[in-house]
């Protein structure tokens, strides 16, 4: 447990760990210097809640959702207590949906996130001040009345700045402070039956939530071609088409704003993806880089909530602006 005494001021490292030490023992990732430092819970589902460059004293880079977290309530759909990192399953919806009960319609009144995703306690299997080792196992039935037994393994290691600057070949600017992560994440089909196209399967579905702000733009490189060998270029129409002053395409790289003003949603398919996306925040002068396996020729799971769709046709990378509904 990590038992603070020193005040800090909110949208501080030192302020959300604080916060965030009263839920839960924390797992704290940190480098020699403690500049570097990535918050693990273990309580809530193996989250990276969120890190920081500089300390206790630096800026705290990911999304905690003080409002729910004091609001005291448990949600039937989602708790949404935030987390720059976590892990999910998929797909949310579609034949192999583990988010509605088999029959159900699929609309927001029977959506619900499966516990061990959500609300449920993980293990920890190993943990030092540079890597964690988690784990959960669950039973999730899935819209084909299929009981999926799941062992669940995630290592989140923190990741040094020559390590930073070989995976990425650039060189950090010496002004320039940097914290990184890596996950390994893992599953296992623990039935005594293969998963197939007719039972159904599940797919890791990573999430990383952080802060808006007035200037933030996602920026997606993707892979140029035609249409007819590689697809459409982005599907950008699940919350209503976003409006193109908010999504350009730069005939390679995908602008996205993410002010948190007006909720958009886009999707990729795995031949237009690349292995790396980022976001840039010109307030905060906050960069953020997000690197990622992806198989053009692999299958990714359909996750729209349509069970008339093709369950084994989906986006390999999505990008997602929240904001307010009709109602506000």
């Known amino acids: 447990m990590q038992n603070m005494e020193n005040e800090y001021e909110k949208g501080t490292f030192g302020y959300d760990l604080n916060y965030l030490s009263k839920k839960d023992s924390l797992i704290v990732l940190k480098s020699d210097d403690e500049k570097a430092q990535v918050i693990v819970s273990a309580k809530y589902q193996a989250k990276v809640f969120t890190s920081t460059v500089n300390g206790k004293e630096g800026n705290s880079l990911g999304f905690v959702n003080y409002r729910f977290f004091d609001a005291g309530i448990v949600d039937e759909h989602m708790n949404g207590f935030g987390g720059e990192n976590r892990f999910w399953l998929g797909p949310e919806g579609g034949q192999y949906s583990i988010f509605f009960e088999p029959g159900k319609?699929?609309?927001?009144?029977?959506?619900h996130t499966p516990k061990g995703?959500?609300?449920?306690?993980?293990?920890?299997?190993?943990?030092?001040?540079k890597s964690a080792t988690l784990a959960k196992e669950m039973t999730l039935q899935n819209?084909?009345?299929?009981?999926?037994q799941i062992a669940v393994e995630r290592?989140?290691?923190?990741?040094?700045?020559?390590?930073?600057a070989t995976s990425l070949n650039i060189t950090i600017p010496q002004n320039v402070q940097a914290v990184a992560y890596a996950t390994q994440n893992r599953i296992t089909n623990q039935n005594d039956y293969e998963w197939t196209p007719e039972t159904g399967t599940v797919c890791i579905w990573m999430l990383d939530m952080f802060i808006p702000s007035d200037s933030a733009v996602t920026i997606i490189p993707y892979r140029t071609g035609d249409e007819s060998s590689l697809g459409k270029v982005v599907t950008s129409d699940y919350f209503g088409e976003i409006p193109s002053d908010r999504l350009i395409d730069g005939n390679g790289v995908i602008y996205f704003k993410t002010d948190g003003k007006a909720r958009g949603k886009l999707g990729m398919n795995a031949k237009r993806t690349l292995n790396i996306a980022g976001n840039y925040d010109p307030i905060s002068k906050r960069l953020t880089v997000v690197t990622f396996d992806t198989d053009p020729k692999a299958t990714y799971l359909n996750q729209e909530w349509n069970p008339d769709k093709d369950p084994l046709t989906g986006d390999a990378l999505n990008a997602y602006n929240d904001g307010p509904l009709e109602d506000g």
Do not use: F, H, K, M
């Open 105 to 111: 319609e699929q609309v927001y009144d029977n959506w």
């Open 117 to 129: 995703i959500d609300i449920e306690a993980w293990e920890i299997r190993e943990a030092t001040t």
């Open 143 to 148: 819209y084909r009345g299929n009981n999926l």
């Open 155 to 164: 290592t989140i290691s923190l990741v040094t700045n020559s390590e930073i």
